[in-house]
């Protein structure tokens, strides 16, 4: 089946910065989303992003579908954005399969 | 947020012991999955359904066994519950192609 690798799998920030995380998958793809869980368990959906670029006020996200990655950027990173962040895809098969996330801690 | 519901939010039960969980939605959508996630693992994939009495397996299928008798019930059920089988659950719905939403989760533990 298809492989969806997420790095880095930790990451810890300093309140302030800035993070990018990666997202790759081993086959086309018919779409990808990002998730946020929050320290009390909630997967919350970030992106649905099969392919382009979209922003949503501190977070943005870019798929390149023909190199079968996915960038998730968080600017200015508050406490709040700690969690587990997941990448997840599906291939036409219906099957929605996830990578094993990132870890962030952002520090205050 | 999606109106999806899942019963219980906690559960301890005993080797042996067949359980059933349960995922309803109120949103009509066709696709209903099981997950479960483990320290390590990320989510995992059970079963997932793509309609009334329509299921697949996933990735980690293997005791476990599924019934959608309705558009917006998804039962999972541990036959015989093991050791192995303490996680916690999520349920997620999705329409074709789109967006999955997911639901809060079942903490289950087998002693």
């Known amino acids: 089946g298809i492989q969806v690798e997420q790095s880095p799998p930790d990451l810890i920030l300093q309140e302030g910065a800035n993070s990018t995380l990666r997202c790759n998958f081993s086959d086309s793809v018919n779409n990808l989303q990002w998730f946020h869980q929050n320290p009390w368990g909630q997967l919350i959906n970030l992106f649905y992003i099969p392919s382009g670029t979209k922003q949503n006020g501190r977070l943005s996200a870019t798929t390149v579908a023909t190199e079968r990655y996915s960038l998730l950027y968080i600017s200015s990173s508050q406490t709040t954005d700690s969690g587990v962040y997941f990448c997840?895809?599906?291939?036409?098969?219906?099957?929605?399969?996830f990578g094993k996330g990132t870890r962030l801690h952002i520090l205050p | 947020d999606a109106g999806i519901t899942q019963s219980p939010r906690h559960k301890v039960t005993e080797t042996g012991t067949p359980v059933t969980l349960r995922c309803h939605q109120t949103?009509?959508?066709?696709?209903m999955y099981w997950y479960r996630q483990d320290p390590g693992h990320g989510l995992r994939l059970i079963h997932y359904?793509?309609?009334?009495?329509?299921?697949d397996k996933g990735e980690v299928s293997d005791g476990y066994s599924v019934s959608r008798s309705k558009t917006e019930d998804f039962l999972l059920t541990l036959e015989s519950a093991t050791s192995s089988q303490t996680s916690v659950y999520f349920c997620?719905?999705?329409?074709?192609?789109?967006?999955?939403?997911f639901g809060q989760g079942t903490r289950l533990t087998v002693v």
């Open positions: 949103e009509n959508h066709r696709y």
């Open positions: 997620a719905i999705s329409g074709r192609g789109g967006e999955a939403f």
């Open positions: 997840a895809v599906e291939k036409g098969n219906d099957k929605i399969i």
């Open positions: 359904s793509y309609g009334v009495k329509d299921t």
